[in-house]
C-alpha cells in the first residue's frame, strides 16, 4: 500500500474525522471525502497567502514611488519662463513633463515656440517667443515726412535729405547733406590692370555713372510701375542697392518676399469681437457679426438651432401666413478681393430631401443687388453669381429664396442671408 506523508495539522484534521468507532477503518468513499476536504482547505490556505503577499507587495511599491518622488519636488523643474511682451503664457507649471503656451494681444503676431515643455534634463523645448506687431509702422512713427519701414522685431525710418536720427527728427545742416545721401551713392571698386589700364566696378544693385561714382539703382522706379515688369504685389520701397516689398495692414509679406498672405485674426485670436459676437475673418481684417432671428410675427416665430441658421416653430392651425413663411433662414459671410473677374460663383444652394416635382431660385432683397444673378446648376442646385467687378472697401447684402412646390403647391421655402465683405485691394 503506498503511504503519503502528509504535515502535522493536516493529518490531525484527518484523524478528527468521525469514525464508526476507534477500531473500525476509513473506507473508500469517507477517505475520497476526507481527501477533498483537505485539498478546499489546501486551496484557501493558498489563495489567502498569494493575497497577503500581494498586498505586502502593493505596499512596497507605493512606498518606493513615494521615495523616489520626494526628490523631484526640488530638483525635477525647469527654470521660470518670462512671459512676453504683449502677450500671455498660460500654464503655471515648470515641471518636468509639463507644458506651457504662449498667446499675444489683439493686433500682435507670435514669433517662436507657441508650446513649450519641461524635459527631463531640465531645459525647456523650443525657443522664447516674443509678440510682433502686426504693423509697427501704423502709428506713424517717422517724423518730416520719413517712410517706415516694418521689420521683425522693429521698425526703421529712412529719412529725407534734410533729417536724420531714429524717427528722423534731427535736421541735419548743409555740410552734411552729401553725407545723408552716401547709402544710395558709394565709391567703385577699382583695380590697375597690367597695361597700365584701370578698371572699376560697382556692388550688386549699383550702376557706374558719369564721373566714377556708384549710383544706386532704383528697382522700384524701373520694374514696379509696369504690370508686365511688376516686382511687388503691392508696395514697393527703394534701399540702397537693393528693395522691399511692403504689405498693407492686416497682410503679412510671403515667404517669397514679393507677395502679401492674408493675417486670419479670427484664427489667431487677434480679434476685437465681444462675447456673443462671430468673429468672420477678410482679406486684410476681420468682421465681428451676431446672426439673429427675426421676430415674431403673424403667428410666425423661430427658433435659433445653430450659430448660423433658424428654425421655424411649428404653425397655429390655419395660421396661413406661417405656413408660406420660411421654415428656415440661414447666415452665410463671404470675403471677397476687389475686382475679381466676372462671372464668379459666390455660393451653391440646394436641399438634401427633394420631395416635391421642382425647385425654384431666387433674389428676394438686400443691398448691392445689381451685381448679383441666380442660376440652376442641376435639378436640386441653384448658385449665386457675381456679375460685376466691384471695387472695395464694400459689404454687399443679398436675400436668397429657394422655394419647393409639388404640383405648384408651395411645400417650404429657405431663406439664405448672404453678406459678401470686399477688400480694399486685389489680393
Not at 54 to 71: A, C, E
Not at 380 to 409: C, I
Request: charged share 20%; net charge positive; with cysteine.
Amino acid at each position: 500500500m503506498l503511504l503519503i506523508p502528509l504535515p502535522a495539522w493536516l493529518a490531525l484534521g484527518i484523524l478528527q474525522l468521525p469514525l464508526g468507532s476507534a477500531q473500525e477503518c476509513l473506507s473508500r468513499q469517507q477517505a475520497l471525502s476526507a481527501v477533498r476536504q483537505m485539498q478546499k482547505l489546501l486551496a484557501a490556505q493558498e489563495a489567502a497567502h498569494l493575497r497577503g503577499t500581494r498586498g505586502l507587495r502593493n505596499q512596497l511599491s507605493i512606498l518606493q514611488s513615494h521615495l523616489q518622488r520626494q526628490p523631484t519636488k526640488r530638483n525635477d523643474t525647469c527654470p521660470q519662463l518670462a512671459v512676453p511682451l504683449n502677450g500671455r503664457m498660460l500654464g503655471r507649471s515648470v515641471r518636468v513633463g509639463h507644458d506651457v503656451h504662449f498667446v499675444c494681444d489683439s493686433g500682435f503676431q507670435l514669433v517662436g515656440s507657441e508650446t513649450r515643455s519641461c524635459r527631463h534634463n531640465r531645459t525647456w523645448s523650443g525657443t522664447q517667443p516674443f509678440c510682433r506687431s502686426m504693423d509697427d509702422c501704423s502709428s506713424n512713427p517717422c517724423a518730416n515726412s520719413g517712410t517706415c519701414v516694418d521689420g521683425d522685431q522693429s521698425y526703421t525710418c529712412l529719412c529725407p535729405p534734410g533729417w536724420s536720427g531714429p524717427s528722423c527728427q534731427s535736421p541735419i545742416y548743409s555740410y552734411w547733406v552729401t553725407l545723408s545721401n552716401a547709402s544710395f551713392s558709394r565709391q567703385p571698386r577699382c583695380a590697375e590692370g597690367r597695361s597700365g589700364s584701370r578698371r572699376c566696378s560697382c556692388d550688386t544693385g549699383f550702376q557706374l555713372r558719369a564721373g566714377g561714382v556708384c549710383q544706386d539703382v532704383d528697382e522700384c522706379l524701373l520694374y514696379q510701375s509696369s504690370p508686365q515688369t511688376r516686382i511687388c504685389l503691392h508696395d514697393c520701397l527703394n534701399l540702397p542697392g537693393s528693395y522691399r516689398c511692403l504689405c498693407p495692414p492686416g497682410y503679412l509679406l510671403h515667404a517669397d518676399r514679393n507677395a502679401c498672405e492674408d493675417v486670419n485674426e479670427c484664427a489667431g485670436k487677434q480679434h476685437n469681437c465681444t462675447q456673443g459676437d462671430l468673429c468672420i475673418n477678410t482679406f486684410g481684417g476681420h468682421r465681428c457679426v451676431r446672426p439673429k432671428c427675426p421676430p415674431p410675427r403673424h403667428n410666425t416665430s423661430y427658433v435659433k438651432t445653430s450659430a448660423f441658421q433658424c428654425e421655424r416653430n411649428p404653425c397655429p392651425m390655419e395660421s396661413r401666413a406661417c405656413l408660406l413663411a420660411a421654415t428656415s433662414i440661414s447666415f452665410h459671410y463671404l470675403p471677397l478681393q476687389a475686382n475679381r473677374t466676372v462671372p464668379r460663383v459666390l455660393f451653391k444652394m440646394s436641399t438634401t430631401r427633394f420631395v416635391g416635382d421642382s425647385l425654384r431660385f431666387a433674389i428676394t432683397g438686400g443691398r448691392g443687388q445689381g451685381v448679383f444673378s441666380v442660376r440652376r446648376s442641376d435639378r436640386q442646385t441653384g448658385e449665386l453669381l457675381l456679375t460685376s467687378p466691384v471695387a472695395g472697401p464694400a459689404t454687399l447684402e443679398v436675400e436668397l429664396e429657394m422655394s419647393e412646390f409639388s404640383r405648384k403647391v408651395l411645400l417650404g421655402k429657405h431663406i439664405f442671408k448672404v453678406t459678401v465683405f470686399v477688400s480694399p485691394y486685389v489680393f
